[in-house]
């Protein structure tokens, strides 16, 4: 049964790194070539599509997020993580990591529970 | 403003039916891109309902299904019950944003 466990520090300043890790057990990251990716949902809004990864390390990016995102891959540690530069207020929300069934824009067919991330002084 | 939408409530009484619609565009949903969807209890992992439109990975009832048509797709809800009550989510992909996006979700309350 394939898990993911998302963590990471709970609180975070403005104008810092946000960092989070996804530890996947129940599989092996290097032997299936799958896209693993990054949702979030701010207090009381809707999801948002962060970005994804293949197993490889080609990354695609939420557009919007561009600029100051980095997610990458550790697949020798079942591993992969999200860093968000100069976070505000509005990066709060609750983070998941998800394993997507087909292609990077595709389904996310397995979740972790999901963290939550306050911004705040 | 989501680039799917949907509707922000839904409601009906146990036993029945209930549809959540959700409306694309030329880029998205009618570029013949797929709709995903998901139920989401709060606290909890969102659980993937449909993919590929009308796909029901194993283990989701068979009350539950989707389908598509041009730029709007939609999720069917047969034989409600009380643990149906939920937030629902779209899911597909925009071509002109070049990335994955959702709908705005629905809240689904069981009467």
């Known amino acids: 049964q394939l898990q993911l466990q998302e963590s990471g520090p709970g609180l975070v300043k403005p104008s810092e790194t946000l960092s989070l890790t996804c530890t996947v057990s129940g599989g092996s990251m290097s032997s299936s070539s799958y896209y693993w990716g990054w949702i979030r949902q701010p207090p009381g809004k809707g999801l948002e599509w962060i970005g994804s990864?293949?197993?490889?390390?080609?990354?695609y990016y939420n557009l919007s997020l561009k600029s100051r995102l980095t997610i990458s891959v550790d697949t020798s540690k079942n591993q992969f993580s999200l860093k968000l530069s100069s976070v505000t207020a509005a990066d709060t929300a609750v983070y998941y990591c998800?394993?997507?069934?087909?292609?990077?824009?595709?389904?996310?067919?397995?979740w972790g529970q999901g963290t939550l991330v306050t911004v705040s002084s | 403003q989501s680039v799917l939408t949907q509707p922000p409530s839904v409601s009906g009484a146990p036993g029945q039916r209930v549809t959540i619609s959700c409306t694309g565009s030329s880029s998205n949903l009618g570029a013949n891109y797929d709709v995903h969807w998901y139920q989401h209890l709060p606290g909890t992992a969102p659980k993937l309902l449909i993919y590929g439109n009308n796909n029901r990975p194993s283990g989701v009832p068979d009350r539950f299904s989707g389908s598509k048509s041009g730029t709007s797709a939609s999720l069917a809800i047969t034989g409600l019950q009380a643990e149906d009550e939920a937030d629902y989510y779209c899911q597909s992909y925009d071509s002109g944003l070049s990335g994955v996006i959702f709908g705005g979700g629905t809240e689904l309350t069981v009467l």
């Open positions: 990864i293949y197993y490889s390390g080609t990354t």
């Open positions: 998800a394993r997507l069934g087909g292609s990077w824009g595709g389904y996310f067919q397995h």
